[in-house]
């Protein structure tokens, strides 16, 4: 793997083999990366997975350098193309971590890149480190990934996250899928296309407790606002499903409630106290398994 742009890169063992690295980094403060230096290169908000990134990162004893906003503080802002950018970047760091808010982006990026580029989220494309995580919490939570069922809800139409954790799942065996949404916020074909391609079951609804009550995994994502064309679709769509405790308890009762995080009405906070809830638990996984990521690239 020179890139991490897609999850369809990343075969089972490829993944079980990182999580066996990721397993043994929990904790650790190394200087296994010293000397490299990561670049992230934001030009899309993010607080869990440019930290996260840069933690695993400092805690490999390696240096970051980085900008959050790169769409004012890079020279985007001058009208530099993006693979200019990444061109001149190749110079400066060893590897580069983005995120873009065009779909698409980091495969361009890869394309002008002698370092390896990570995508940390394009558009309504591809976020393959948040989809390894989430397998990660799955199997570490659940204690195996393959026979369950997976409850994914909200907006599967932009949301990345969960499309790509669809699409690293296809990996595993006998997962079934049940995807919640309403109409105008469905699953992309590309990705139910994948799942009828692999033999994977799956079924579509907007009945939100009707289509989780089986799950072991209930996958909760956020209406992607910056994602639509009007204020008034998003509000019309952004309550449509709301995760509260009642409806917590009554899952079934070894489930986990899972969200990439950041929430906003989909689940409530007094969920949080329930013994399924499992997405700040999830968010923590993210350093381990970036730590893993950023070895097998690096080092
Ligand atoms: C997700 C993202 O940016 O796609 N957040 C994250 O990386 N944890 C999900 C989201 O923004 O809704």
Not at 7 to 23: H, P
Not at 28 to 50: H, Q, W
Not at 129 to 134: C, E, G, H, R, S
């Amino acid at each position: 793997m020179d890139h991490l742009i897609n999850t369809e890169q990343l075969d089972r063992k490829t993944v079980e083999s990182l999580f066996t690295l990721a397993d043994s980094l929990e904790g650790v403060r190394n200087n296994s990366l010293s000397g490299k230096i990561l670049a992230t290169l934001f030009y899309e908000p993010s607080t869990r997975t440019r930290f996260s990134f840069e933690s695993a990162m400092a805690r490999l004893g390696g240096a970051v350098i980085s900008t959050e906003n790169a769409k004012e503080f890079s020279s985007a802002a001058k009208g530099e193309t993006l693979e200019d950018t990444i061109r001149v970047m190749n110079s400066y760091a060893d590897a580069l971590v983005l995120r873009h808010p065009e779909a698409g982006a980091a495969e361009r990026a890869a394309r002008v890149s002698s370092i390896p580029v990570i995508n940390a989220g394009d558009g309504a494309g591809h976020h393959p480190t948040q989809a390894l995580l989430d397998v990660y919490t799955i199997q570490k939570s659940l204690g195996k990934v393959d026979g369950i069922t997976v409850a994914l809800v909200g907006d599967l139409k932009n949301g990345r996250a969960a499309r790509s954790l669809v699409a690293l799942l296809t990996q595993f065996s006998s997962i079934s899928f049940t995807l919640v949404s309403p109409p105008e916020l469905k699953m992309g074909s590309d990705i139910t296309d994948l799942l009828t391609k692999r033999g994977v079951v799956f079924t579509e609804t907007d009945d939100l407790s009707r289509g989780t009550r089986d799950a072991d995994v209930v996958y909760m994502t956020r209406v992607q606002k910056e994602r639509f064309p009007d204020v008034d679709s998003y509000e019309r769509l952004k309550g449509k499903y709301v995760l509260n405790r009642s409806s917590a308890d009554a899952l079934k009762e070894t489930a986990i409630i899972m969200h990439p995080l950041p929430r906003v009405d989909e689940l409530l906070p007094e969920v949080d106290a329930s013994p399924k809830a499992m997405y700040f638990k999830q968010a923590s996984y993210g350093v381990s398994v970036r730590m893993a990521l950023l070895t097998h690239l690096l080092s």
